[in-house]
């Protein structure tokens, strides 16, 4: 849309031109630093000039978005400057936006980290501010999910503005004059009003109209450059060249009302720019407000403001932004799809953080609550949990943190993502030792059985983090094969014992005397529980015959695995080739591929292949294939060398176990400028392709058939299918992929990408990293019908939050002890369970966040006796997502609804 301002008729001169000029500072920059870098050099500047030099200017306003920066400013600030700070935001001189911990990615991240990081921003400035967040603003995340856009809406945020969205977009919104919508669900759920920016970015020299070359004649920032600044001799014809821009941008609005954001990515860093942009920007306000023939009115002002303007929404939207794209040249389109799949290992590693955050979460509350009823009060817990509970907060801010749109996007130098790679491992490893810690209080505290006479050599506590009852598959590594289980109830639980074997080992002769072992069983777990396992020597010698060795491909064609569900075949080159149920058989050429990159154009953000050129590394497997038939699982193992190991699995458990095919794919990328994807062609005709939107909802996605591959490549943060009227064809995932569909029957999923260019997006470094993955994805074959959806949300949960485990050394009976008295029906989730606190010290006030996966009517939740065993509620208010507006109160855990597809908060007082 060029546009050349004194030859373009605009509407302001008949409706009041409305202009809003937001002054802000977008704490971001690619993330080339690591966050306590960017911190001391930029933004504690930053948020200093904010008490020391916004309250001497008069009208301006600033907004501020990221919490994570703000609370670590607060905590080495003094109490003066946060008078300051806290008297701004009360006279409205300064709003939080958003206040999230972060910005966070929209497309990769998972509805528990994008809650967990809503919340943990919101908290604190309830706390420290005693504001709550109005408006929000997601301005640099590459491309916008509706899934956010709710949880905003949830959490009583009433407006939202939106950025970088596909060109064609913004181009059609502006042309059809409606950059102002209502952004609805496709479920019953309140909606939020949308501004969508028409300009292509955020900066000044980006948003002040189509004539984009002229915006830095209005940027003021004398360290940055030379613009021209206003006097009296010129602010007239300044001020109507900034009329004819800004009254552009009002013109694509029914309310003729502009949004023009001041900054960009670490501005007003020096006390020098907020004084230039100030007197400058001032001169201007005052010389149009003053003059009635422009018919207009600019001011300084917050996103509030902005939204207090617009008073015309007749434009409903449903959907997301998915995928965006904006331009190499003026015809040629560049699709951010390749960092839904960039850096596979800290996505993954993201993900167990979130799992084993949430599991220790909701054992922290219930063993805080309960201990704290212990008759006799013997027991402090204070003392007892508060030091663990600045591991939970430290590991929540960890998690919320890395979910930031340059973190989990895989977008950031090298020494960031290692930086974020040490944060995560260390809460991993704290909360490992929070949950342990947990679990043996409650065991201790609530005894039933007496010890039994034999010793065993290890004991392993479990923990079902999901409130339903679970058949799981438990893997404990061991040094000793010859080995039982002995479960709660003093029963023998039947057990495998497998050989463990690195790729390195399948490519050459084993040897069985330097072999690592699994021990692995499945049992039944009651809902929120703790069991224990011992486990026992035997004398029984270890059965090697279980084990077929292959030495090489010529016996891999024909070659099955069975049980009670499925038959699984394999081709020639390992990869399974057909699936076969009651219901009928698939037939599919299931392929590890790799697409060559285009230098220069494929990079951390962007995927951009060469066309036509596609490596098949799945040929044929290389070394020992490795066959282990045993009542717990069957699997095969293959090698292809270069670090790539596939193992294709079948459980032999009459649970829901037994309708999954559990494949794991290991690979460590040695070539350059690849993109490596697992491909399943099946024979299905006539189907839709459908995938998950941040594990809260599934969404069809349509072919574009006048796109390449890279413009039909979609987030999948837990699962995508295909579907037809007769079959699903599901792929669960354990992490976040790029997932595609690009002819019909077939579908991909990228699982790494490694490049030695840069793609010029920002991170001004190539994704060059050589790290090992695993990528576990569930295969599901099941009919088309309404409970086989609730039954891959089910196994979605499972696959997501496995059993958490830990071994210990307390003298403690083999028992099992039950937190929930009832399972929860089947589509209810308990998203988290999370203690609040006060100055960083819990409370007996914990956070329930419960979600409807629908599939059902029902908005039943509780069944009438259910209650959490061993803890007392004394009252139970609704109140928003976040926990900062408490509304009704109810009298039992019955009386709770959710609606289909919605997700609920309640204060929990114990």
């Given at each position: 849309m060029e546009f050349r301002y004194w030859e373009q008729l605009i509407t302001w001169n008949v409706n009041p031109l409305k202009v809003i000029i937001v002054p802000f500072s977008h704490n971001d920059a690619g993330w080339l630093q690591t966050f306590e870098d960017y911190y001391e050099t930029k933004t504690k500047r930053i948020l200093d000039n904010i008490v020391h030099v916004l309250p001497d200017l008069e009208e301006m306003t600033f907004v501020w978005s990221e919490i994570c920066f703000l609370q670590y400013w607060w905590d080495r600030s003094s109490e003066e400057s946060r008078d300051i700070f806290r008297e701004l935001v009360h006279r409205g001189k300064v709003e939080i936006v958003?206040?999230?911990?972060v910005m966070p990615d929209e497309a990769t991240t998972h509805i528990f980290s994008l809650h967990n990081q809503l919340v943990e921003g919101h908290q604190w400035v309830m706390e420290n501010l005693g504001v709550a967040p109005e408006t929000a603003w997601s301005i640099d995340p590459f491309g916008c999910s509706s899934v956010m856009a709710y949880l905003l809406a949830e959490?009583?945020?009433?407006?939202?503005?939106?950025?970088?969205?596909?060109?064609?977009?913004k181009k059609y919104f502006s042309e059809q004059g409606a950059l102002d919508m209502l952004w609805e669900q496709d479920f019953e759920a309140p909606h939020i009003?949308?501004?969508?920016?028409?300009n292509p970015g955020y900066t000044i020299t980006d948003?002040?109209?189509?004539?984009?070359?002229?915006?830095?004649?209005?940027?003021?920032?004398?360290?940055?450059?030379?613009?021209?600044?206003?006097?009296?001799?010129?602010?007239?014809?300044?001020?109507?060249?900034?009329?004819?821009l800004y009254g552009r941008i009002g013109s694509l609005s029914r309310s003729n009302t502009a949004l023009i954001t001041l900054g960009g990515d670490f501005r007003f860093v020096n006390e020098s720019e907020w004084f230039q942009q100030y007197r400058n920007y001032k001169a201007l306000m005052d010389y149009i407000n003053t003059e009635k023939n422009y018919n207009a009115e600019i001011r300084f002002g917050t996103v509030k403001h902005f939204f207090d303007k617009v008073d015309k929404y007749n434009v409903t939207l449903q959907g997301d932004f998915f995928p965006y794209a904006d331009l190499d040249s003026e015809y040629d389109l560049a699709y951010w799809t390749g960092y839904f799949t960039s850096r596979p290992y800290w996505k993954k590693l993201a993900r167990s953080l979130e799992s084993m955050l949430r599991s220790t979460e909701i054992l922290f509350t219930l063993t805080f609550n309960?201990?704290?009823?212990?008759?006799?009060?013997?027991?402090?817990?204070?003392?007892?949990?508060?030091?663990?509970?600045?591991?939970l907060i430290r590991a929540r801010r960890a998690a919320a943190l890395f979910q930031h749109h340059d973190g989990i996007?895989?977008?950031?130098?090298?020494?960031?993502?290692?930086?974020y790679k040490s944060k995560m491992l260390r809460s991993l490893h704290e909360l490992k030792t929070v949950q342990k810690s947990c679990m043996e209080m409650m065991l201790n505290s609530f005894k039933n059985n007496t010890p039994p006479d034999k010793k065993p050599i290890r004991k392993t506590l479990v923990f079902n983090n999901l409130p339903y009852n679970r058949s799981e598959m438990i893997a404990i590594k061991t040094d000793y094969p010859s080995i039982m289980v002995i479960g709660p109830n003093n029963n023998e639980i039947k057990s495998q014992v497998n050989c463990v074997y690195e790729n390195e080992q399948l490519l050459k002769k084993r040897s069985m005397d330097s072999e690592n072992f699994e021990l692995t069983f499945i049992d039944y777990l009651p809902p929120f529980s703790i069991s224990v396992y011992e486990i026992y020597s035997i004398e029984e010698e270890y059965d090697k015959k279980k084990y077929i060795n292959y030495e090489g491909s010529n016996k891999m064609g024909g070659l099955c695995i069975v049980n009670s569900d499925q038959i699984i075949t394999f081709g020639e080159n390992g990869m399974m080739n057909n699936i076969t149920k009651n219901f009928g058989s698939l037939f599919m050429n299931t392929n590890l591929n790799a697409y060559t990159s285009q230098r220069g154009n494929s990079g951390a953000y962007l995927f951009k292949p060469i066309r036509n050129e596609i490596t098949t590394i799945s040929e044929k497997p290389i070394g020992n294939g490795v066959f282990i038939d045993g009542d717990i699982h069957k699997e095969v193992t293959v090698s292809y060398g270069n670090g790539y190991t596939v193992t294709t699995r079948l459980y032999g458990s009459e649970s829901n176990f037994n309708q999954i095919i559990d494949m794991k794919i290991t690979y460590n990328m040695t070539q350059e400028n690849k993109e490596l994807f697992i491909q399943f062609a099946t024979d299905l005709k006539d189907t839709q392709f459908y995938t998950d939107v941040n594990g809260l909802e599934m969404r069809e996605r349509v072919r574009n058939t006048q796109q390449h591959v890279e413009g039909n490549y979609h987030p999948m943060t837990t699962m995508a299918y295909i579907e037809n009227t007769d079959l699903i064809f599901a792929i669960l995932s354990d992490h976040s992929h790029g997932v595609a569909s690009v002819r019909d029957g077939c579908i991909e999923v990228m699982l790494d990408r490694r490049m030695t260019t840069d793609d010029y997006r920002g991170l001004e470094e190539a994704m060059n990293d050589k790290v090992k993955t695993t990528s576990r994805l569930y295969i599901?074959?099941?009919?088309?019908?309404?409970?086989?959806?609730q039954l891959l949300n089910n196994l979605v949960l499972r696959l997501n939050n496995p059993a958490p485990i830990a071994v210990t050394k307390m003298e403690t009976p083999t028992l099992s002890l039950v937190l929930l008295n009832h399972p929860l029906p089947n589509h209810i989730d308990i998203l988290n369970l999370r203690t609040l606190s006060r100055d960083d010290v819990p409370t007996t006030t914990a956070l329930m966040t419960v979600r409807n996966m629908g599939h059902t009517n029902s908005s039943d939740t509780f069944m009438k006796e259910s209650k959490f065993d061993h803890v007392s509620i004394k009252n139970i208010f609704k109140t928003s997502l976040t926990g900062l507006k408490d509304g009704d109160e109810l009298d039992e855990l019955h009386d709770i609804k959710v609606k289909v597809f919605n997700i609920l908060s309640l204060k929990i007082f114990f």
């Amino acid at each position: 849309m060029e546009f050349r301002y004194w030859e373009q008729l605009i509407t302001w001169n008949v409706n009041p031109l409305k202009v809003i000029i937001v002054p802000f500072s977008h704490n971001d920059a690619g993330w080339l630093q690591t966050f306590e870098d960017y911190y001391e050099t930029k933004t504690k500047r930053i948020l200093d000039n904010i008490v020391h030099v916004l309250p001497d200017l008069e009208e301006m306003t600033f907004v501020w978005s990221e919490i994570c920066f703000l609370q670590y400013w607060w905590d080495r600030s003094s109490e003066e400057s946060r008078d300051i700070f806290r008297e701004l935001v009360h006279r409205g001189k300064v709003e939080i936006v958003t206040g999230g911990w972060v910005m966070p990615d929209e497309a990769t991240t998972h509805i528990f980290s994008l809650h967990n990081q809503l919340v943990e921003g919101h908290q604190w400035v309830m706390e420290n501010l005693g504001v709550a967040p109005e408006t929000a603003w997601s301005i640099d995340p590459f491309g916008c999910s509706s899934v956010m856009a709710y949880l905003l809406a949830e959490s009583g945020i009433e407006g939202l503005v939106i950025q970088r969205i596909h060109y064609s977009w913004k181009k059609y919104f502006s042309e059809q004059g409606a950059l102002d919508m209502l952004w609805e669900q496709d479920f019953e759920a309140p909606h939020i009003k949308l501004r969508v920016q028409q300009n292509p970015g955020y900066t000044i020299t980006d948003c002040c109209g189509p004539a984009t070359g002229l915006c830095s004649d209005y940027d003021f920032n004398l360290e940055i450059r030379d613009a021209e600044h206003i006097t009296f001799t010129n602010v007239h014809r300044k001020a109507e060249i900034m009329l004819g821009l800004y009254g552009r941008i009002g013109s694509l609005s029914r309310s003729n009302t502009a949004l023009i954001t001041l900054g960009g990515d670490f501005r007003f860093v020096n006390e020098s720019e907020w004084f230039q942009q100030y007197r400058n920007y001032k001169a201007l306000m005052d010389y149009i407000n003053t003059e009635k023939n422009y018919n207009a009115e600019i001011r300084f002002g917050t996103v509030k403001h902005f939204f207090d303007k617009v008073d015309k929404y007749n434009v409903t939207l449903q959907g997301d932004f998915f995928p965006y794209a904006d331009l190499d040249s003026e015809y040629d389109l560049a699709y951010w799809t390749g960092y839904f799949t960039s850096r596979p290992y800290w996505k993954k590693l993201a993900r167990s953080l979130e799992s084993m955050l949430r599991s220790t979460e909701i054992l922290f509350t219930l063993t805080f609550n309960a201990i704290s009823n212990i008759s006799g009060k013997n027991l402090n817990p204070l003392e007892l949990l508060a030091r663990h509970f600045k591991k939970l907060i430290r590991a929540r801010r960890a998690a919320a943190l890395f979910q930031h749109h340059d973190g989990i996007t895989g977008t950031s130098k090298v020494k960031v993502m290692e930086d974020y790679k040490s944060k995560m491992l260390r809460s991993l490893h704290e909360l490992k030792t929070v949950q342990k810690s947990c679990m043996e209080m409650m065991l201790n505290s609530f005894k039933n059985n007496t010890p039994p006479d034999k010793k065993p050599i290890r004991k392993t506590l479990v923990f079902n983090n999901l409130p339903y009852n679970r058949s799981e598959m438990i893997a404990i590594k061991t040094d000793y094969p010859s080995i039982m289980v002995i479960g709660p109830n003093n029963n023998e639980i039947k057990s495998q014992v497998n050989c463990v074997y690195e790729n390195e080992q399948l490519l050459k002769k084993r040897s069985m005397d330097s072999e690592n072992f699994e021990l692995t069983f499945i049992d039944y777990l009651p809902p929120f529980s703790i069991s224990v396992y011992e486990i026992y020597s035997i004398e029984e010698e270890y059965d090697k015959k279980k084990y077929i060795n292959y030495e090489g491909s010529n016996k891999m064609g024909g070659l099955c695995i069975v049980n009670s569900d499925q038959i699984i075949t394999f081709g020639e080159n390992g990869m399974m080739n057909n699936i076969t149920k009651n219901f009928g058989s698939l037939f599919m050429n299931t392929n590890l591929n790799a697409y060559t990159s285009q230098r220069g154009n494929s990079g951390a953000y962007l995927f951009k292949p060469i066309r036509n050129e596609i490596t098949t590394i799945s040929e044929k497997p290389i070394g020992n294939g490795v066959f282990i038939d045993g009542d717990i699982h069957k699997e095969v193992t293959v090698s292809y060398g270069n670090g790539y190991t596939v193992t294709t699995r079948l459980y032999g458990s009459e649970s829901n176990f037994n309708q999954i095919i559990d494949m794991k794919i290991t690979y460590n990328m040695t070539q350059e400028n690849k993109e490596l994807f697992i491909q399943f062609a099946t024979d299905l005709k006539d189907t839709q392709f459908y995938t998950d939107v941040n594990g809260l909802e599934m969404r069809e996605r349509v072919r574009n058939t006048q796109q390449h591959v890279e413009g039909n490549y979609h987030p999948m943060t837990t699962m995508a299918y295909i579907e037809n009227t007769d079959l699903i064809f599901a792929i669960l995932s354990d992490h976040s992929h790029g997932v595609a569909s690009v002819r019909d029957g077939c579908i991909e999923v990228m699982l790494d990408r490694r490049m030695t260019t840069d793609d010029y997006r920002g991170l001004e470094e190539a994704m060059n990293d050589k790290v090992k993955t695993t990528s576990r994805l569930y295969i599901v074959l099941l009919k088309s019908q309404p409970n086989s959806k609730q039954l891959l949300n089910n196994l979605v949960l499972r696959l997501n939050n496995p059993a958490p485990i830990a071994v210990t050394k307390m003298e403690t009976p083999t028992l099992s002890l039950v937190l929930l008295n009832h399972p929860l029906p089947n589509h209810i989730d308990i998203l988290n369970l999370r203690t609040l606190s006060r100055d960083d010290v819990p409370t007996t006030t914990a956070l329930m966040t419960v979600r409807n996966m629908g599939h059902t009517n029902s908005s039943d939740t509780f069944m009438k006796e259910s209650k959490f065993d061993h803890v007392s509620i004394k009252n139970i208010f609704k109140t928003s997502l976040t926990g900062l507006k408490d509304g009704d109160e109810l009298d039992e855990l019955h009386d709770i609804k959710v609606k289909v597809f919605n997700i609920l908060s309640l204060k929990i007082f114990f």
